[in-house]
């Protein structure tokens, strides 16, 4: 079995560093966010930072990379207009969504450059991303500096939800495995995960 220490971290090739150290914790959320800015411009860009905070409020959290290195122009419009959606990106459009990490600038919608389509829905200033099994549409709420790498914790809370109606179970838990969702391994791997088992609240054995 691989051993690094942490004094061998520093010795790694710069990009083996990367892929390993945004890999090794396991799978995560694939998401697009969507916003627009004050003047008007669409955005989407694809995350792997997006978790769940707490269900009462419904709050979600997400990480960005220390915003004054380069433009963060998903981040810069959610500070201007407080709106943006969370949408959920599945299998057919793998592709389409992980070009949405190229970095273009801001007067350029990645919706005209990719074959995603935006959607409106209940006068939300920030667009969809039409055919997303899951939607969310979501407020800013407050932000934290992670003074140790100067990432920003942003939180956020879910004001609408859409969901595809026959992932839904009857106690209300969200097959994404029926929506074939997929989640996101390190930067660039996609993965495809299958549902195998629900197993009930747990209590202390007697």
Request: hydrophobic share 35%.
């Amino acid at each position: 079995m691989l051993h690094l220490r942490r004094q061998d971290f520093d010795d790694l090739d710069h990009v083996y560093r990367i892929n390993m150290m945004n890999s090794c914790s396991g799978f995560k959320s694939a998401n697009l966010i969507g916003t627009k800015s004050n003047d008007g411009t669409p955005n989407v860009a694809v995350f792997s930072s997006v978790t769940h905070l707490g269900s009462n409020p419904p709050l979600l959290g997400i990480v960005f990379r220390p915003v004054s290195d380069v433009p963060r122009n998903t981040y810069d419009n959610i500070k201007e207009t407080g709106q943006f959606t969370v949408n959920h990106i599945h299998l057919d459009i793998i592709e389409q969504a992980h070009h949405t990490s190229a970095k273009y600038d801001k007067s350029i919608s990645e919706f005209d450059i990719t074959k995603l389509e935006e959607e409106y829905k209940n006068d939300w200033h920030a667009p969809f991303v039409k055919g997303a099994p899951i939607q969310m549409a979501l407020t800013y709420c407050e932000e934290y500096i992670i003074k140790t790498n100067n990432t920003v914790q942003l939180i956020a809370e879910i004001k609408d939800l859409y969901i595809q109606d026959d992932i839904v179970e009857t106690d209300g838990f969200v097959n994404l495995a029926k929506a074939n969702i997929v989640a996101i391994n390190g930067l660039d791997g996609y993965a495809l995960p299958a549902l195998k088992q629900r197993i009930e609240y747990q209590r202390p054995k007697k």
